[in-house]
């Protein structure tokens, strides 16, 4: 009873904040949510890649340099986890066409999929605190928390899909 409770919360949390999400309960429904969480996981990730083209004004041209490499490397590292969310290697497997899966699997499910949702939410956090005249020690401080932020939503991302196709 435990992991039926603390699924169907893990759901209720999704579903209030993604149109259209239903989880992964009822395989005919999986499908529709997993188009659902990868299509506003790709919105938030186009967000971002939006604000990264903000104009940032760094303190001189070697912070300049700095803050250029930095954003590049972002926007790549997030270009890639984009790719990976339009086109998965899951689609056809077993996951979308079995009857039952197990609840605690569904809880880890939805576990990932908020928490993903979270990282992209700290890395736009993250991003709107950059003021003007950015020194080198600001630069690498917020892209340290960013890039730790963008390697966690690639760790959960892998979770996610190790799930899905049944490895984990």
């Not at 969480?37 to 604000?51: F, P, S």
């Not at 020690?137 to 690639?154: A, C, G, K, R, Y």
Request: with cysteine; proline share 1%.
């Amino acid at each position: 009873m435990p992991d039926s409770f603390a699924s169907s919360e893990g759901l209720t949390k999704l579903a209030q904040h993604i149109s259209g999400y239903t989880g992964y309960k009822k395989s005919k429904a999986r499908s529709d949510s997993d188009t659902e969480i990868r299509n506003l996981l790709i919105d938030r990730i186009k967000e971002l890649l939006a604000l990264f083209a903000g104009d940032f004004d760094a303190a001189g041209q070697r912070e300049k340099t700095a803050l250029k490499k930095h954003i590049d490397s972002t926007q790549r590292k997030l270009r890639i986890i984009c790719d990976s969310l339009k086109a998965p290697t899951y689609l056809q497997g077993q996951f979308f066409l079995a009857g039952d899966v197990n609840d605690r699997r569904l809880e880890r499910l939805y576990e990932l999929e908020w928490e993903m949702l979270e990282k992209l939410g700290n890395i736009k956090e993250e991003l709107t605190t950059f003021r003007t005249s950015l020194s080198e020690e600001t630069i690498e401080d917020h892209f340290l928390q960013i890039s730790n932020f963008v390697d966690d939503l690639n760790q959960l991302l892998f979770e996610r899909e190790a799930l899905i196709i049944g490895d984990a």
